[in-house]
């Protein structure tokens, strides 16, 4: 059974995908957390053909729009980190009243993973986290991300009118980034930023709440040739509790990873999902 549903998070009716099962109860739960602004589009598919594989397994599945994504109430600077973090939450508990299951994973891709590390550090009923290439520092990535506004400006105007710093200053007095008509307060093809969205960014302090963090833990590098998981996801994952052994640090290679158009056009993630598979295997899912 695949099912559209809209269910409340602060407010705002958010849109999710239900894969059901037939006896869900003793089986654990997943809820998957997209990625960040245009990422949203790419990996969507990538999370719902994973979903029918976990579906298929007997696990019960949620993939969801936060609020101002997709088809979700909202508007896109409303999902700062703490609202999207709530309707994580509440995500899970959609999932667990519509199923009937009492066992929840998080399973998360980019931005969604770290989001999904800080909602597993508030949740007492996980038993596992599943993390696609986490981003361990949030602005840094957000930041390296305007790079593209700045070099539409390029495009647009032969020249780059505004820096970064610039439009964050901007951002954050409320003003906007007026280039011949273009507000440049954007990120990724459009999406506005607020001034809200990019402080509770710039709060997010990983150390802490990782080392919080107890339940059987995947995180896989993606890599479009073979090699070792990066350097700072070897350090991100040293950032979890001592008394947390059961936290894994692996690679999957594909022709081209979920975030990205590149050479080869992907729908699904046949290697990661693989990666994924065995772990929970391991692990008794």
């Keep these: 059974m695949q099912q559209s549903l809209f269910f409340n998070s602060g407010g705002h009716r958010l849109y999710g995908l239900y894969f059901g099962t037939a006896e869900p109860k003793d089986k654990l739960g997943f ?4 990625g960040f602004a245009g990422e949203t589009v790419v990996c969507r598919s990538h999370l719902s053909h994973y979903a029918r594989q976990l579906q298929a397994q007997g696990h019960p599945v949620l993939r969801f729009d936060y609020r101002g994504y997709g088809d979700s109430e909202g508007e896109f ?9 709530d309707d994580i939450h509440a995500a ?5 009243e519509r199923s009937g299951c009492e066992k929840i ?4 891709i980019r931005m969604g993973a770290t989001l999904a590390c800080i909602a597993a550090s508030q949740r007492k ?3 596992k986290l599943i993390l696609w290439e986490p981003l361990p520092n949030l602005w ?10 700045v070099a539409m400006q390029t495009i647009l105007f032969r020249d780059v009118r505004i820096t970064r710093n610039e439009i964050v200053d901007n951002i954050a007095a409320g003003k906007p980034s007026l280039v011949d008509g273009y507000d440049l ?12 969205f990019i402080a509770s960014i710039k709060d997010v302090d990983l150390s802490p709440l990782l080392a919080t963090i107890e339940v059987e833990t995947l995180i896989v590098h993606l890599r479009e040739k073979e090699g070792d998981a990066s350097k700072k996801l070897r350090k991100f994952a040293e950032g979890f509790s001592a008394e947390n052994a059961a936290v894994e640090l692996t690679v999957a290679v594909e022709k081209t990873v979920p975030w990205k158009h590149g050479r080869f056009y992907m729908t699904h993630s046949p290697k990661l999902y693989e990666t994924t598979n065995s772990w929970l ?3 008794d899912a």
Excluded: S, W
């Excluded at 600077?77 to 973090?85: E, G, H, N």
């Design 92 to 96: 899970a508990e959609e999932l667990k």
């Design 125 to 127: 009923d996980l038993h």
């Design 281 to 283: 295997e391991r692990n």
């Design 105 to 108: 994973a998080l399973l998360g």
């Design 31 to 34: 809820v998957l957390c997209n």
């Design 77 to 85: 600077i409303d999902a700062t980190v703490p609202a999207m973090c």
């Design 140 to 149: 840094t990535y957000v930041f390296a991300e305007l790079r593209q506004t």
């Design 185 to 196: 307060n954007c990120i990724d093809d459009g999406f506005p930023l607020g001034a809200e």
